[in-house]
């Protein structure tokens, strides 16, 4: 599962691992927290300049030790690499900083990500190494078969490897350290920044080639020409859009390049603010570190930005990420490492009426307080004008004692919104968080197979609204998961997240705590996410950036088209797992609903559709000095400059 519970101490633990039979594990995500534990973050709509609460900064202990590179671990903790200082420094979310030195002297680390192993990976550049640290800080380097290839950028790929760019190459390591090599139809281009896309490829930018390239996991490689000559691309990410953003350093610009390699370009208001690295936020928006200017851009989808400065004048802001708490962390190359708090409390409740992807729950929940996400809103295909939310009988099925499925009583108990864990605690039927009555429960059943863990509670305009937060109107069309397809969810505790879908036809066993057993579910998908959301730092989750506890009822969709095609109900290491959203509908006999209210009249209607789509699925040394020198000659120059000023 992956709802939200607090709980007294004394409640026996039921998140053990169980055999799926096709991936491994599957786990209870009902994660344990003491009440009044935030363990989630959820995003109101607010404008802009709301959005940033407070920059902190923290100084690394090693003066001048260049820190870049920054990705959040498997410990809740974030990571990053200190270029000038040859180290790998580590710093929690209340600013404690431990700095690991490397084996290899004067290696100069560069990126750094999550790996599939629980380790953090990163590149030695001058070292010609990948490097590999452990959260106990033990270090491991392979070297890279090309000398003088100058690793850069590294990132998770499907498949359970690392992927890293290098100089005129594009290189594979696997968690053993085996590595091969594609060599770039460009040579000279130095590729920089990759990133797992989408549809299920690499993506990277050519910082001297001034291009986006994409490789395929069997080395298939395409390049696509930015727009803008000598804008030198550096950094890549996945957007929530089904789209890659990326920043073009020297000319200002922030790019976006769909799948197809169209391009779009978006200056940044400030002149000479040199984007560095770029991250996908948990509000749904892009945001980057502007080196040149001491700020933090943010830039939407439809491409409004704005800027927020840090607070240390010549502090030279260059990687970002999201970090486990909901903040973005920033690395300063003048020596210190920034936290962007957002203003929004996760506790807070919206506005009616209310968007899908917030924080749901029922009534009484006690001795528990629990939460899960609003998945859709839809309605009824026999009876369009009746509005239902949709989400997994796990959250929307579930009451106190047990909080089991299929406890809740129909046309009875009530859904609110927060659920009591957001809430802090159980209030009742208090009409201040009523958001609809629980309806249907689609029955799991013990000793037999199950294809879904659904719900519905009946809701109106007034209480609900189409809109997923952050995604935005998903589109009421029936589509099937397919193998590498790039999806989107937003959840109450991740927020908007991107992945592939890894398998469909999943069988998995998942064990929904000691109250209530474990059931079997056949026909499912399993998805890889790709790009981290607000990390929740609960024990036994880390290491799966797409979902955790409390995404349980996110509807998954299409990142390209946004059509829903999965409901998500569980979790494990690395993987999550959705019903297909056709069997919800089918089963339940309802479909999403959209602005206009349109959609199909009968269930005949959306096999139809259903079968129509099926059918038609059937159918080198002197560049990387080069590059050294104009990070440091741009990071110097600007510092003699202000002090000579």
């Known amino acids: 599962m992956h709802r939200t519970l607090s709980e007294p101490t004394n409640r026996p633990v039921d998140s053990s691992p169980q055999r799926n039979s096709l991936l491994g594990k599957a786990w209870h995500f009902g994660a344990r927290a003491s009440r009044g534990t935030v363990l989630f973050l959820s995003f109101a709509a607010i404008s802009p300049a709301q959005i940033v609460k407070t920059i902190n900064e923290y100084p690394v202990p090693t003066p001048g030790s260049g820190p870049n590179g920054i990705a959040p671990g498997p410990d809740g903790a974030l990571w990053f690499t200190e270029s000038y200082g040859n180290k790998v420094g580590r710093i929690t979310t209340l600013g404690h900083i431990t700095e690991y030195p490397l084996p290899t002297s004067q290696s100069y680390p560069f990126g ?62 696997t968690t053993s350290g085996v590595i091969t090599e594609y060599p770039l139809p460009t040579g000279d281009s130095y590729p920089t920044g990759i990133t797992a896309g989408p549809d299920g490829a690499l993506w990277f930018a050519e910082f001297y080639g001034n291009r986006i390239g994409r490789i395929t996991t069997s080395g298939v490689i395409t390049e696509y020409a930015v727009l803008t000559s000598d804008s030198y ?149 026999g009876k369009p004008s009746s509005k239902f939310i949709l989400s997994n009988d796990h959250v929307l099925g579930a009451i106190g004692p047990t909080l089991c499925p299929n406890t809740a009583a129909p046309n009875k108990t009530w859904t609110l919104q927060p659920g009591t864990l957001d809430i802090g605690r159980d209030p009742g039927n208090n009409p201040s968080y009523y958001l609809g009555t629980v309806m249907t429960l689609w029955p799991l059943k013990k000793g037999a197979s199950n294809s879904i863990d659904a719900a519905i509670s009946q809701t109106n305009a007034t209480f609900t609204k189409t809109e997923i937060l952050g995604i935005g109107q998903p589109n009421p069309v029936v589509v099937s998961p397919t193998v590498a397809e790039g999806v989107v969810k937003s959840g109450r505790t991740t927020g908007v997240t991107v992945g592939t879908v890894e398998a469909i036809n999943v069988t998995v066993t998942v064990n929904y705590g ?34 955790r506890a409390g995404d349980s009822g996110s509807a998954i969709l299409d990142s390209t088209t946004k059509r829903p095609m999965g409901l998500l109900f569980a979790g494990g290491p690395w993987l ?70």
């Open 514 to 547: 000691a109250a209530c057993g474990t059931y079997t579910f056949v026909g499912q998908t399993s998805v890889f996410g790709i790009s981290p959301g607000a990390f929740s730092n609960v024990a036994g989750y880390q290491g799966n950036p797409f979902s």
């Open 112 to 173: 750094i990500t999550a790996g599939p192993d629980g380790a953090l990976w990163f590149t030695e550049s001058d070292a010609n190494r990948i490097g590999r640290i452990t959260a106990s800080g033990f270090v491991t380097e392979y070297p890279v078969p090309t000398t003088y290839s100058y690793p850069l950028g590294i990132t998770a790929g499907p498949g359970g490897a690392l992927w890293f760019t290098e100089f005129g190459k594009i290189g594979r390591i």
């Open 233 to 381: 691309p550096m950094q890549i990410t996945a957007g929530p859009d089904g789209a890659l953003w990326f920043n073009e350093i020297y000319r200002n610009l922030i790019g976006r390049i769909t799948a197809s390699g169209v391009i779009i370009e978006y200056p940044t208001p400030t002149s000479d603010s040199h984007p560095a690295r770029i991250t996908v936020g948990p509000d749904g928006a892009l945001w980057f570190a502007e080196r040149g200017t001491n700020q933090i851009g943010r830039i939407t989808t439809s491409g409004v930005i704005t800027e927020y400065p840090t607070p240390t004048s010549d502090s030279y802001p260059y990687g970002i990420t999201v970090g486990p708490d909901g903040a973005l962390w920033f690395t300063e190359l003048a020596g210190k490492i920034g936290q962007v708090v957002l203003a929004v409390s996760p506790r807070q409740g919206f506005a009616l009426p209310t968007p899908m992807g917030v924080s749901v729950g029922n009534t009484p929940s006690l001795p528990y307080l629990y939460a899960g996400t609003a998945g859709l809103l839809v309605h009824s295909l």
């Open 576 to 645: 999550t797992f959705a019903n297909p959203i056709s069997e919800v509908y089918t089963r339940l006999n309802v479909f999403p609903e959209s602005r206009s209210g349109a959609g199909p009249s009968s269930v005949e209607e959306l096999r139809a559709m259903e079968g129509s789509l099926q059918n038609a699925l059937i159918r080198r040394s002197c560049a990387w000095r080069k590059f050294k020198q104009e990070m440091r000659a741009t990071y110097s120059v600007c510092r003699v400059s202000k002090a000579s000023a």
